[in-house]
């Protein structure tokens, strides 16, 4: 890895929001799955969340992978189940809906522990799901269509969300939240990707990556990355 990649890899790593994140619940559409990662990653959202049946969940997740290695995504089977996990992190988690209760989109304190809960793609977000959500937020509209794609509605919300955390400093950070463990992953991953994949196939222990950027390992280690058989 040269200089350049990992400042820059070290750069993101500083300013990864491990606080603010998205809820999919049901979005099935790959194309849809793969632009809000994307956006996700632009805006320095470190793990993304979703709900899928369990049948379409390898499927779904392949395809969003291949989208963008630098965000995490973690499944759940119910909406109870990640909107318990995200409350654990203390989030407040903000439901797009149009309802009587629901607020502009930008009336919202995005500098708050936030998850943002968008539904699949034809039916929205589910009843039970919205039981669940602390607020409604919705995005004005004044033309004949009633809603967003769902991929350009997370994006308007995330960018609302950057704005508020890049005015608060948010963003300006001399190293990363993330855990040091989480920090060495993508490190090694992103730097050095030839390596990673190979000592992910032969089985080997993830080596540490020093200030420099350069790989600390052993001899043994080294050798078995360059054996040709598999441990």
Request: hydrophobic share 40%; net charge positive.
């Amino acid at each position: 890895m040269n200089a350049q990649r990992f400042a820059r890899i070290r750069e993101m790593l500083a300013a990864r929001q491990h606080d603010l994140t998205v809820c999919m619940e049901q979005v099935h559409k790959p194309h849809n799955v793969s632009a809000i990662i994307r956006t996700a990653d632009a805006v320095g959202v470190h793990e993304v969340h979703a709900i899928w049946p369990a049948n379409r969940m390898r499927t779904v997740v392949s395809s969003a992978a291949g989208s963008n290695s630098w965000v995490q995504v973690k499944t759940h089977r119910t909406i109870a189940d990640a909107v318990t996990h995200l409350k654990q992190q203390d989030m407040q988690i903000l439901a797009t809906n149009l309802s009587a209760k629901a607020v502009d989109f930008r009336e919202i304190d995005y500098t708050r522990p936030t998850c943002i809960l968008m539904g699949q793609e034809k039916t929205g977000i589910t009843q039970e799901a919205l039981a669940l959500a602390d607020r409604d937020i919705i995005i004005p509209m004044v033309g004949m269509v009633q809603s967003l794609n769902v991929s350009v509605a997370s994006a308007l919300i995330l960018y609302e969300a950057q704005r508020q955390r890049q005015n608060a400093g948010m963003y300006q950070r001399d190293s990363s939240t993330l855990p040091h463990s989480e920090q060495q992953r993508l490190l090694f991953e992103g730097g050095y990707p030839v390596l990673a994949r190979v000592a992910k196939q032969k089985g080997l222990p993830r080596p540490e990556i020093d200030d420099n950027g350069e790989v600390v390992a052993d001899a043994g280690w080294w050798a078995a990355m360059q054996s040709t058989a598999k441990r």
